[in-house]
């Protein structure tokens, strides 16, 4: 039993190193110029507003302050982790106040 939990360890090592190495020689491939470098650029971006609205759409009041609040920090700072910070605070707060 000790020898396949440690083989599953081995193997789950493996694997996530050839995941990370696969990731790391695809990206030496992609274009670092052109308009498809500017859209992989642009895509962690609309990945975060595409979760966002999501969450936005299927919430209710408080969702929608926060993210009303959000886009204004947002806006002024252009910080995504500060952005985020803030977010996470106002619905956290929110929900705390809400009865």
């Known amino acids: 039993m000790a020898t396949e939990i440690w083989l599953t360890v081995l193997g789950l090592g493996v694997v996530s190193y050839a995941i990370r190495l696969g990731g790391f020689l695809l990206a030496l491939r992609l274009p ?4 498809w470098a500017r859209g992989m650029e642009a895509l962690p971006g609309c990945l975060i507003v595409a979760l966002v609205a999501q969450l936005m759409l299927k919430g209710g009041p408080i969702e929608w302050v926060a993210g009303a609040i959000v886009f204004l920090v947002a806006v002024k700072t252009r910080s ?3 952005s985020m910070l803030v977010g996470m605070s106002v619905v956290a707060g929110l929900r705390f106040l809400a009865p």
Do not use: R, Y
């Open 32 to 35: 670092q110029e052109g308009s």
């Open 80 to 82: 995504l982790p500060i």
